[in-house]
């Protein structure tokens, strides 16, 4: 079956540091990757994905690339910012029916 | 509306009750997901819905929980007797499906809370 692997929080960084948080997957088939994001008080906003090998997603300064080699959709962003205090999900979809598997979620707090 | 919307945001239920939650997904969109997400945890698939046909309901965790779609827009997830491993949030996903886009729409979520 399918399955996400991701970096276990919490994470907390200064202002402007480097982020990245791992992410690997198991699939079935040829599956799309997602990286969404919770804000505090929110619902589930898609960040970004990436639908094929070496595909480059990006969005609001994050980044990620699908890796099928190493079977892998590591988020990065070169300089976080406060409001980027947020819980982080990387999801694969796959199959006809295009329904999510999730990881678990990691915690991001920035501090000014 | 813009997005989509879940309604109760809260509900409190004691053991054994019945409760009915339901998610208004965006106009037009044929796809609507449920999940389930409990504290810490990422969402869980539950069930599906292509137009009113609920195509996959494997993630349902047992016959206490049933989801309709009749007209193919409004959707309930209902579960009956409730159980305490039943809190979580409920989450509603809807998507326009078409070759080159299938991204899901969440709503805000349902806490349920069953004491």
């Known amino acids: 079956g399918n399955s996400v692997t991701q970096m276990e929080g919490p994470v907390t960084l200064s202002e402007e540091a480097f982020l990245t948080i791992n992410c690997t997957y198991t699939a079935t088939g040829y599956p799309s990757l997602f990286w969404y994001v919770q804000y505090p008080g929110e619902g589930l906003q898609l960040l970004l994905k990436a639908t094929k090998a070496d595909d480059k997603g990006s969005n609001k300064g994050f980044e990620a690339t699908y890796r099928k080699e190493t079977t892998s959709f590591h988020l990065e962003k070169g300089s976080v910012q406060v409001s980027d205090s947020a819980v982080y999900f990387c999801a694969l979809s796959s199959g006809s029916a295009r329904q999510l598997t999730f990881g678990s979620g990691t915690q991001l707090t920035v501090l000014p | 509306g813009a997005g989509v919307s879940q309604s109760p945001r809260y509900k409190v239920a004691k053991r054994g009750q019945d409760v009915a939650l339901r998610c208004d997904p965006i106009?037009?969109?044929?796809?609507l997901f449920w999940y389930q997400q409990a504290l810490g945890q990422g969402p869980e698939f539950l069930t599906y819905f292509q137009n009113e046909a609920q195509l996959d309901k494997s993630g349902l965790p047992s016959d206490r929980f049933f989801a309709e779609r009749p007209e193919g827009s409004v959707s309930t997830l209902k579960i009956q007797r409730t159980q305490q491993e039943d809190s979580a949030v409920y989450l509603c996903?809807?998507?326009?499906?078409?070759?080159?886009?299938?991204?899901?729409?969440f709503g805000p979520g349902t806490r349920l809370t069953v004491t």
């Open positions: 106009s037009g969109h044929v796809s």
């Open positions: 996903a809807s998507s326009l499906v078409t070759v080159n886009s299938y991204e899901q729409y």
